[in-house]
């Protein structure tokens, strides 16, 4: 592709040179690429590489195109997305929120597919076509823009119609998705998370935000909880917008929960979806679980499907989301002070037993975290045990210490399956629950420099009882 038909209308260049590439990463340019430079420090990568042309924030002498831009990252995924000239699935829909995205793009990609429709999503879980599931970008919530063009090229050739994933603040604030072009947007939940990023909860909320302002365009579709306390102010946004609004909750919404009872297979849902009622059983468990859901069935009405096609009663929960692992233990993914609540009391709620929680808060991460998930911990759990999440290159006790501050009586123990292991006997001979959270489907645990094969799920199965 030539040069100025690949930045035409993002960056006013007339150069007409032949780009037979496009990258960001430095480790990753070959000759005739076009590099996009969103880091001091890569001169090193480039010296001894022909890159056709450089766009920066800065002088390179050494370029032999070399095109000045104030913010490169900002260009970057519509530059991306125009070289691989994919064509958009016919309908796309981003989930953004602190909690519940991968539950809300799982459901939805099920319901999608169990109303023939050919269906993807891309989220924590990696990437899901056609019920074939791949691992396959870093573990990242929303791959880089290389990555992410790259998997929907690869969507077109699969003829996926219905593509639905996961906006992390990262993701968002770093531009991977404004290259793509949504059909619609929601917005699940908001409370404390990754203020190892952004530098207080305002930056946090404001990251979530440009989700409906500069990625979603104007007069489409945003799907809105209408319990959460910034839902004015997210209402405002679309509004003025043009954007049709569709929303869920226990109250004046579009999508209504009326009642909610618990078995300790899921539960059984009475939802109101404009003037008509439905009486449903929900083979998921989780109380929280009921959002998610409303939250993928406005989604999937957005996108034309009639409520008679879908099949709540087929769903199956999520990896690693309230994930059982044997009849009273429970595997979960929270990390966060909201989560972490919510699925201790969900379970309280299926199975009215008091409960035994091992958990631990990752290292490298936000550290105003661990305080607050110790006072639920401690209100919340009748037997606690603190253990190692993953530390990364952090000190595993300083950690355990900044939570036990706030949970006195738990027993520490630091090796993950030892503490696993203590919290199985104990729910098993004081007939508890058992919740083992923070790191829900993940197959690892990552310890200073090294990577660890672990999986609490298969661990917990694999335990001799």
Known sequence: MKLRELVYGIIDIAFDIEIRGVTCNPKK?????????????????VSNTKVSAIISSYVWYNAQIYIFHPNPLSVYSKIVSRFYQFKHPKYVAAVTGTNGKTSVVEFCRQIWQNADYNASSIGTLGTCISNKREFDYNSLTTPDANDFYTLLCDMNSKNVEHLVLEASSHGIDQYRIHGLDLTAAAFTNFSQDHLD????????FNAKKRLLYE???EEKTVILNANMDEYYILLGIAKKRNNKVITYGEKYSDITLIKQIPTQDGQYLTIRIDDKIYNEFFPVLGQFQAYNLMCAIGIAISSG???ERIYIDKLISPLGRMERASQFAFVDYAHTPSAL?????S???????EITLVFGCGGNRDKTKRAEMGKIAQIYAEKVIVTNDNPRNEDPAEIRHDI????????EIEDRKEAIKKGI???????MVLLVAGKGHEKSQVMSSQTLEFSDIDFIKNYTF
């Open 215 to 217: 990625v979603l365009q």
């Open 347 to 353: 379970l309280k709620w299926h199975f009215s037993k």
């Open 425 to 431: 006997d104990i729910s098993h001979s004081k007939d």
């Open 305 to 307: 499907l009639n409520y």
């Open 197 to 204: 990023y952004h530098q207080n909860i305002g930056e946090y």
């Open 29 to 45: 340019i070959r000759e005739g690429y076009l590099f996009v430079c969103v880091s001091k420090g890569c001169e090193k990568y």
């Open 404 to 411: 036990l501050l706030h949970c006195p009586d738990a027993l």
């Open 341 to 345: 609540k919510q699925a201790l009391l």
